[in-house]
């Protein structure tokens, strides 16, 4: 299952969710730690409608419509459904909008997190799925503003705000271009690291595996390879640039759980360290199941097991400090 958690959302408000995916969305609205991923997928669906890439036609959403509201009283879950409640009217705005505005290509802004404390490691991050296949992980407030869709351009440009950790897919002909103030980083396929908060007055680029360009205007500040980190800050002409340890550099993002089409034999070796814990596998045949999810700081590892469990289909028990996970296997995934 190749989908992060905010692209099956997607699938299900556009109504083309398996009866299996509806049964994953619905566990996950047994509780409110999905809400920003389903905003997100309302959000970037309303955008769809507004530049006319959204086809869906109203019968569609009449089902849509009565299938939320179905499914927002039930009685199984425990908590009122709010956030997803309110979808129905997103789509009613999101309809009107597709028929009256004309087609406009606008960027979509991410995860703009604003915390009461920053500095706390709890909440705030995110990780998004770029239309390239770049992963992209975001530190606490932090924000990211993209194009819905790269095709047809000649380079990949973003814009980012915060911290944020880049694993960039490689096409050689399409450059991946970040912008922070006045400082481009220019990649091919890499993975690094940018820190450029307002308030911190400067610009840093880590970069644990690969090769980028770093540029002020048309000035090239240092071309970084793996354990490379430069750091310039406004207002001055020179910038530092030094050998460093990439794991200390991006400590910050080992706290969120990125399964980007990963086995569940390498899921549980990321929660075995996550958690400190013993993973033990009673099958071997669930041990290939593939998936794509991704579970932040705020889950913990009830949830995480949770919905592994909707999406492999293996069911995980938990003894002292061991995990144990067993199942049939993944054949029809």
Not at 13 to 35: A, F, G, H, P
Not at 95 to 110: D, E, R, T
């Amino acid at each position: 299952m190749e989908q992060s958690i905010k692209q099956l959302f997607l699938k299900y408000i556009r109504n083309l969710t398996s009866q299996q995916e509806n049964d994953q969305v619905l566990l996950m609205m047994k509780n409110d730690n999905y809400q920003e991923e389903w905003a997100e997928a309302l959000t970037e669906f309303q955008y769809e409608f507004e530049a006319g890439k959204e086809e869906t036609e109203l019968a569609d959403q009449q089902a849509l419509f009565q299938k939320i509201k179905k499914h927002a009283t039930l009685k199984t879950v425990k908590k009122p459904l709010h956030w997803i409640g309110y979808a129905a009217s997103v789509l009613l705005i999101s309809a009107i909008a597709y028929f009256l505005l004309k087609p406009v290509n606008k960027p979509i802004i991410v995860a703009k997190n604003k915390t009461d404390k920053p500095a706390e490691k709890t909440g705030g991050h995110k990780w998004i799925k770029l239309p390239d296949g770049t992963s992209v992980q975001l530190n606490n407030d932090s924000r990211l503003v993209y194009d819905q869709d790269f095709k047809g351009k000649q380079k990949r440009e973003v814009t980012l705000y915060g911290e944020a950790f880049f694993d960039v897919a490689h096409d050689a002909a399409h450059p991946f271009i970040i912008h922070t103030g006045k400082i481009t980083t220019t990649v091919l396929g890499t993975a690094f690291n940018i820190s450029a908060y307002d308030h911190q007055k400067a610009v840093t680029v880590t970069v644990t595996r690969g090769r980028v360009l770093v540029q002020r205007a048309d000035k090239t500040l240092a071309v970084l390879t793996s354990n490379q980190q430069l750091s310039w800050k406004i207002g001055q002409e020179y910038q530092s640039k030094q050998t460093v340890n990439t794991e200390t550099a991006t400590a910050w993002k080992s706290q969120d759980l990125i399964m980007d089409d990963i086995t569940l034999l390498q899921a549980s070796e990321l929660i075995a360290k996550r958690y400190g814990i013993e993973v033990l596998f009673k099958s071997d045949k669930v041990k290939k199941c593939r998936f794509t999810a991704a579970f932040l700081n705020r889950n913990d590892i009830s949830q995480v097991t949770e919905v592994l469990s909707a999406i492999t289909g293996a069911s995980f028990e938990r003894k002292g400090n061991q995990l144990l996970i067993d199942g049939e296997g993944c054949e029809n995934l």
